[in-house]
């Protein structure tokens, strides 16, 4: 560990604030993303997605993002099917749940 790293831990030690390093290292990893030219996604589906899947998926993001893409895959039941990205400023709903919802909007507003 460099001088400067150990010296911000015995900072962070002495005033109590270990809390703080969680959110530092969180801005630490972005910074170093964007200078690496990289983004991080969070991938939610219902249902676990094996290997060949999701690097398919990471292939065709980082192919619209024009950037290199790294991943987090979660599992949410409530998605029921389709999938949840967040890829940068992005939110792109791909979820059954959100079908269902706009369709139910559609049929509400044609009574």
Sequence with gaps: ????ALNLLYLLTSRNQTELLRKIVTLYERMLDEHCGRERA????????NEVEQ???IQRLSELREKEVRAEFKIDPQVLGGMVIR???KL???SVKE???RLRKEIVEVR
Excluded at 42 to 49: V, W
């Design 1 to 4: 560990m460099s001088p400067k």
């Design 42 to 49: 969070q991938i939610i589906t219902a249902l676990p997605l």
């Design 55 to 57: 690097k398919e998926i």
């Design 87 to 89: 890829v940068g400023d």
């Design 92 to 94: 792109i709903d791909g």
């Design 99 to 101: 079908k269902f919802l």
